[in-house]
C-alpha cells in the first residue's frame, strides 16, 4: 500500500504537538512569562485544561512520560495539595473565561484514589468557569475499579484513554506492562456501563519481538472490543534520554523496514475494520467527533495529539505540563521537589519555554495545516526557497506538489507526513534526539 523510501526517513524528527517544540525551549521564561500569559486570556474567550498526575502504580519500561512510582501516599497527598495550589492561582487571573475541555493524563490519574479524582475535578470545574466542558482521562486498565467507573460517571467524564500498547502476552512481559486482554474487556464493560461515549485504545508497534503477526492480532482483538478510537504510535527506543528503556532488548526491536511494514500493516487493519484514518497515526469510527473533525476541515493538533479542539489557549497545570498561548509556550518544572518549592512560594512553576516571533507562528500554522488537511500556504514561509529545495526528494517520488506557494501532500505521503513538515521547521539544526520518522 505505501512505498518505502529509507532515505526519507533515515532522520529522527519531532512528532510536533507543538511548534518550535520542546526542544528547542531554554529557560529564559518564568514566572512572569504564565503571568503575561493568563494576563491575555479575555473574558470570552474559550481555553483548554491540561492537568497533570505524574504517578503509575507501576512503571512501564518503554514509557517516556515524565512518571514515577506511587509507592508512598503522603507522596500523593502532598502532589494533589500542591496542585490544588496552582489551580487556584490560576483560576484567580482565568476563573473568567469559559473552560471548553479539560484533560487529565499522566502517568496516570488512577493512581490517586477515586475520592481524591473527584476532589480533583470538583475543584477545577468549580474555581473555573466550565459550563459544561469536555472532560477526558487517561486509564491504566491495570487496577481500574468499578469505584473508578462509577466516579466518573457522576463526574460526566465523556472521554477516557486506555493504555493497551499490545495484547501479545510475551512482548507485554518484554516491555515490562504485563495486562491479560480479559483485563481490558473487563476494563471496557465498565467504561461502556459508565455510558463513557468515546474510548480511545493507545497501541505501539517497534515494540521488541513484534512481529506483523502479532500486531494484527492486537489489532484484531482491539477491533473487536469495538473502541471509538485508536492511536498507533511508533515505539521510540531513546535509553540515553529515558533510563527505564535499557530494560528493554534493542536486538530484539524490529528494524526500520520492519517498523514501516508494521506501520502500514495498522493502516490498512483499522481502516478496513471500519476506522476513518485520521493524520498519521490516529483512528476513529465515522461520526466520531475527530473523525467528523478531518472530514470538515477543523482538525487541530496540540499535546494531546490530534484534536477536534478549537481553543487557541491551553494552560497546563502540574509537573512538567505545558501551556501554549498564541505567543509563548511555557512549561512547568519536570523536578517534582523544584515544582514543589516554587508554587509553595506563590510562584507559577514554569521553569522552560520560549517567546514565539511572528515567523514561529507563521510556520506553527503551516505546519498544523500541513499534519492536519495535507495542504499549506507556505507564502509567508521567510525561507520559501530552502523549504522547497528540502522537500525535492519528495517531490520526485511524487508525495508532494506545488500549486505555486501552496504545498500538497499526496495521500501516498501519509507515512512521510512528519519529515514533510520538518522541512518548514527553522531549529532542527538545534534539535535534540528525536524518534523515528516511521
Known amino acids: 500500500m505505501w512505498t518505502y523510501h529509507p532515505d526519507l526517513l533515515a532522520v529522527p524528527v519531532p512528532r510536533y504537538t507543538s511548534y518550535p517544540t520542546a526542544a528547542a525551549f531554554d529557560d529564559r521564561v518564568g514566572h512572569a512569562d504564565m503571568q503575561a500569559g493568563l494576563a491575555g486570556i479575555a473574558a470570552d474567550d ?40 496552582e489551580i487556584a492561582r490560576v483560576a484567580d ?26 476532589r480533583l475535578v470538583d475543584l477545577v470545574t468549580t474555581r473555573f468557569r466550565c459550563d459544561d466542558p469536555v472532560l477526558s482521562v487517561e486509564i491504566d486498565p491495570r487496577g481500574f ?88 504510535f511508533g515505539y521510540a527506543h531513546v535509553p540515553a534520554m529515558i533510563p527505564r528503556q535499557r530494560r528493554i532488548d534493542a536486538s530484539a526491536l524490529p528494524d526500520a523496514r520492519a517498523r514501516f511494514a508494521q506501520a502500514a500493516l495498522a493502516h490498512a487493519t483499522l481502516t478496513a475494520g471500519g476506522h476513518v484514518a485520521i493524520g498519521f497515526d490516529h483512528f476513529a469510527v465515522p461520526g466520531d467527533a475527530l473523525a467528523l473533525a478531518s472530514a470538515n476541515g477543523t482538525l487541530r493538533r496540540n499535546f494531546q495529539g490530534f484534536t477536534e479542539d478549537q481553543a487557541t489557549t491551553l494552560i497546563g497545570l502540574g509537573v512538567s505540563a ?37 515567523e514561529d507562528r507563521v510556520r506553527a500554522r503551516a505546519i498544523e495545516k500541513i499534519l492536519t488537511r495535507g495542504t499549506a500556504d507556505l507564502s509567508g514561509v521567510a525561507d520559501l526557497a530552502g523549504v522547497r529545495d528540502r522537500l525535492t526528494p519528495f517531490e520526485r517520488r511524487q508525495l508532494v506538489r506545488w500549486e505555486g506557494a501552496t504545498l500538497w501532500v499526496l495521500v501516498e505521503a501519509r507515512p512521510y507526513a512528519r519529515s514533510i513538515a520538518a522541512a518548514v521547521d527553522q ?12
Request: charged share 20%; with cysteine.
Open 46 to 85: 474559550t481555553v483548554s485544561l491540561y492537568v497533570h498526575i505524574p504517578y503509575c502504580r507501576q512503571i512501564c519500561w518503554y514509557c517516556g512520560c515524565n512518571t514515577g512510582a506511587a509507592n508512598r501516599s503522603a507522596r500523593l497527598d502532598a502532589y494533589l495539595e500542591r496542585l490544588e495550589q
Open 427 to 438: 531549529y532542527q539544526s538545534a534539535a535534540r534526539q528525536f524518534s523515528t520518522a516511521v
Open 322 to 358: 505545558i501551556s501554549e498561548f498564541p505567543d509563548r509556550l511555557l512549561q512547568n518544572a519536570k523536578n517534582t521537589g523544584r515544582y514543589h518549592l516554587l508554587i509553595a512560594a506563590g510562584r507559577f512553576a514554569t521553569v522552560r519555554g520560549l517567546r514565539r516571533t511572528a
Open 93 to 118: 487571573r482565568v476563573g473568567h473565561a469559559r473552560v471548553g475541555r479539560i484533560a487529565f493524563g499522566g502517568g496516570s490519574p488512577n493512581a490517586v484514589a477515586p475520592a481524591q479524582f473527584a
Open 145 to 232: 475499579t468499578a469505584e473508578w467507573a462509577a466516579m466518573l460517571a457522576a463526574h460526566r467524564v465523556s472521554r477516557v484513554s486506555l493504555g493497551v500498547q499490545t495484547l501479545d502476552p510475551a512482548i507485554q512481559a518484554a516491555i515490562g506492562r504485563v495486562q491479560p486482554a480479559d483485563e481490558i474487556r473487563r476494563v471496557m464493560d465498565l467504561l461502556r456501563r459508565a455510558d463513557i461515549g468515546s474510548i480511545n485504545f493507545d497501541l505501539m508497534y517497534g515494540l521488541p519481538g513484534q512481529s506483523e503477526a502479532a500486531l494484527e492480532a492486537t489489532l484484531v482483538d482491539s477491533l473487536a472490543m469495538a473502541p471509538d478510537r485508536f492511536a498507533v
